[in-house]
């Protein structure tokens, strides 16, 4: 598996011949990302910052786009995704969605923009073996202590967090400092199911 931060808050997870493309900004949005093909995009939230399908499609691929909560199977890849609170651009109560998805043996948690640590039973229900989550940090997000105390209590394998709105970068220098780590960046995380379970909460911050 290839992870990439590609601008924004889009990441393009790539595995053999699968992309999948999680919150590509819209063409409205000031958040620019050169387009790409992609199999599979997934939506956290309905702002043109997060939902840009056409971002995603490129040639003759156009994707399957998921949007919202509920149980969905692409190809090989399982996907279920839960309804969760956020505050980003004015969005209240359930606005975002959590996704859970096991792509080339790696469970991944992708959490968009959710604001509240406290996560719905449902979701807590999918969270065992958690190989890799991506947790946003900043504005209408979560806060550094929030974020941390989310982690932690997940405890997964691999943590990767992204910044959000003006202060992000700072949100995410304060998160790693609260996990005890000063990663330095880089441009990808290539990596195999099985050194992913060699990992104890590992930090890693993509550019």
Not at 18 to 33: R, W
Request: charged share 25%; aromatic share 6%; with cysteine.
């Amino acid at each position: 598996m290839v992870i990439q931060k590609v601008g924004g808050y889009c990441f393009k997870i790539s595995a053999g011949p699968v992309t999948v493309a999680l919150n590509p900004p819209g063409t409205k949005s000031k958040l620019k990302v050169n387009k790409f093909g992609s199999n599979l995009v997934m939506i956290a939230v309905r702002n043109d910052d997060w939902d840009g399908a056409e971002t995603a499609s490129h040639g003759d691929k156009e994707p399957f786009v998921i949007s919202g909560p509920g149980a969905y199977e692409v190809g090989d890849i399982t996907v279920s995704g839960f309804a969760t609170a956020t505050d980003y651009d004015g969005h209240k109560e359930v606005g975002n969605t959590a996704y859970v998805f096991e792509m080339d043996g790696i469970k991944v948690l992708a959490l968009g923009a959710i604001s509240n640590g406290k996560l719905p039973q449902d979701l807590r229900a999918e969270l065992d073996d958690i190989g890799i989550v991506l947790v946003p940090v900043g504005d209408g997000t979560l806060d550094p202590k929030a974020a941390h105390e989310l982690v932690v209590a997940l405890e997964p394998k691999i943590i990767i967090p992204y910044g959000v709105g003006k202060d992000g970068d700072a949100a995410v220098k304060a998160f790693c400092k609260a996990e005890g780590e000063s990663p330095k960046e880089e441009e990808k995380l290539t990596i195999r199911a099985k050194e992913v379970q060699e990992k104890d909460g590992d930090v890693v911050l993509l550019a």
